[in-house]
């Protein structure tokens, strides 16, 4: 049986997606010239508006260099070629990228490497693509499918690496929808992960949507990053980890040997984490507007909090 869905239903962000894919389609190509296309009307708003900001950008770096045929391919391509690179999985297509180290640049928009949806790009090897379809079949069938359907929609599969060792993920507020990670050969974890890199890209859309702004004078002191963060940082992290405890706490049971030591392990050094930000997070809530959107956070932290 499948566990408990958590309520990740925002309206705002669903109006957010549809308004700023619009707005980003007819910076690109004027609505007047544009029609609908069927594959437009099978897909997710969520699904067109991470696509639509892989065509903005890689158009607007394209532009910049004054790589006219790679201008044009994003002109033509306003869905960045999803079709030929798409993997069904249980929260609907996804785009998986096994994507060279060397071609993840640095740049302005990003402290961190990025990859960017381009003519060039060709989908992950068979076996990756297998075991990222896995992975959102663990993360869905124990809660998570709303989140993942929504803010996992491109991944980009980085460093393979053993069980134990540090994995490394992240997004980009440039590129919602999308996320970097290492991996191990293990869908349980990966399933983690993503459910994590999804938190935060909700999260930066929730923000917007409601048009919260969160004031960068005040911090709180994080233990993940052992040190005070601003309060963005502060509740992203306060957010995110409580969603993998939630999802670890409901797969625990269904994993055995290495797996099973390795995220017991993980939830019960996360347990300890958390439960010091208990007192600052009820005051960093505070810092967010809208009451719909606080209490959602509020929510996921105590639920974490009684694990």
Request: charged share 20%; with cysteine; proline share 6%.
């Amino acid at each position: 049986m499948d566990a408990p869905t958590i309520s990740f239903s925002f309206a705002l962000i669903q109006a957010h997606h549809r308004d700023r894919t619009r707005r980003i389609r007819a910076v690109l190509k004027p609505a007047a010239q544009r029609t609908a296309s069927t594959s437009d009307s099978q897909r997710t708003d969520a699904f067109n508006y991470c696509l639509a900001h892989h065509v903005l950008e890689g158009a607007e770096t394209a532009a910049r260099s004054r790589e006219t045929a790679t201008f044009n391919w994003y002109g033509g391509h306003p869905d960045a070629n999803a079709s030929a690179l798409s993997t069904p999985t249980a929260v609907g297509p996804r785009i998986v990228l096994a994507p060279d180290l060397d071609r993840l640049p640095r740049s302005p928009i990003s402290e961190t490497p990025y990859y960017v949806l381009g003519p060039n790009t060709t989908a992950a090897p068979p076996g990756l693509r297998d075991l990222a379809a896995a992975a959102y079949d663990t993360g869905a069938k124990n809660g998570f499918a709303d989140l993942l359907a929504g803010h996992a929609v491109v991944v980009c599969l980085l460093r393979h690496k053993q069980l134990g060792d540090t994995l490394d993920s992240w997004t980009i507020t440039r590129l919602p929808g999308t996320i970097y990670c290492d991996h191990v050969n293990e869908p349980v974890v990966l399933a983690r992960d993503l459910i994590h890199e999804a938190g935060h890209n909700w999260l930066n859309d929730a923000l917007g949507a409601a048009a919260c702004e969160i004031s960068d004078e005040v911090g709180f002191y994080s233990p993940w990053k052992k040190t005070n963060r601003p309060a963005f940082g502060f509740l992203h992290a306060c957010f995110a980890f409580p969603l993998t405890m939630i999802y670890t706490a409901r797969v625990l049971p269904q994993t055995r040997g290495d797996l099973h030591r390795f995220l017991t392990v993980y939830l019960e050094q996360q347990r300890g984490l958390l439960a010091t930000t208990a007192a600052d997070h009820d005051r960093a809530l505070a810092l967010i507007t809208d009451p719909t959107l606080r209490e959602r956070l509020r929510s996921a932290h105590r639920e974490a909090l009684s694990l």
